[in-house]
Each structure stands twice: as C-alpha cells, then as structure tokens.
C-alpha cells in the first residue's frame, strides 16, 4: 500500500494497492490515470486495475477500501502502534548518516531502478483483518515464502512508514 501525495512528475500524487497471491501473481490496484505507467518504471506486476480507493488513516488506525468497477471490493482494516523493532527503525532512519542510511534503506526495484526510503516514523500494523468481495480474508499473517520486489523485501509483519520514497525517476 502506497498513499504518494505527491511525485515529482504531472500526475502528481496516487495510490497503490497490491495483492500478491500464494501462487505470485501480482495485482496492482491505483486510483489516478496514467499511474500504472509511470509505476511500470518501477514494478512488474501481472495485472493492473484501476480502482476508487477510500483511506482512512490515523496515528493508530488504518481502514482501507479498494472498488473495482467490475464489482470486486477489497476491504483492509487494522490497529497500528509502537513496537521494539519499529522504534529501532525509527531511530536509524533519524540518525544514521546520509551514506549508510542510503546503504541500509535503499534497494534496486526488479525492474533496476533504486529506490531509497527516508521516513522519521515507523509504526507496526499489530492487527489486521482484510476481506474480499465480504468474504473474510482472515488476519494478516507473515506470508509461507518471502514475497520480494527486486531487492526489496516486504517485512513478515506490515509496517507503516511515514515519509519519503526517493526513488530514481526515468530520463524523458
């Protein structure tokens, strides 16, 4: 999930909804026209839908719907707090140097772009539910196999990060 409220680019800010499947495919869920091609600079996915997304988000909160014009619906919905290792994050990515951070919290995309994450605030998702189409999904839990994006990896439990995403922006 990815709430930009603003790029470097014409189109501005947007959003990014992704679901990886057991079996890897990648769906990417985004709210803006012409987000999907400027994502692809980025990311491979196997399919990209264009959706309304509504997000409601506080310090402790966080409440997600994606609406697929088809019909699907995708429901997110969870607490959000402080925990040892999101405090530890917290604290390297406010006093790190700008050599290691960049080191550390930067990572080449699959598609070889690098991206670098510089956030003052790391909370931990504690719990989540999600349903699909009002069928429940269950809790999040920490995926069987590491799910990857190039050389990031999503973390086993959702973290939130509140900050910038510097990523390297192709040449026009």
Do not use: C
């Not at 999930?1 to 800010?13: A, H, K, N, Q, V």
């Not at 959003?15 to 990417?28: A, C, G, H, Q």
């Amino acid at each position: 999930m990815y709430d930009f409220e603003s790029t470097p680019t014409d189109l501005g800010g947007y959003r990014e909804f992704w679901v990886v499947e057991p079996d890897d495919t990648r769906i990417l869920y985004y709210d803006t026209e012409g987000a999907d091609a400027e994502i692809a600079a980025f990311h491979d996915w196997s399919r990209s839908i264009m959706a309304e997304m509504e997000w409601e988000w506080t310090t402790d909160h966080i409440d997600i719907t994606v609406n697929v014009s088809e019909g699907a619906t995708i429901e997110l919905e969870g607490t959000v707090d402080d925990s040892v290792m999101s405090r530890v994050l917290t604290l390297m990515q406010r006093s790190l140097p700008e050599p290691l951070h960049r080191r550390m919290f930067g990572r080449h995309t699959e598609t070889g772009k690098f991206g670098h994450l510089k956030t003052p605030r790391v909370r931990v998702v504690t719990r989540a539910t999600a349903r699909m189409d009002g069928r429940s999904l269950g809790a999040v839990q920490p995926p069987d196999e590491p799910v990857t994006f190039g050389e990031v990896s999503a973390f086993d439990h959702p973290y939130v990060f509140v900050g910038d995403l510097l990523l390297e922006y192709p040449d026009e």
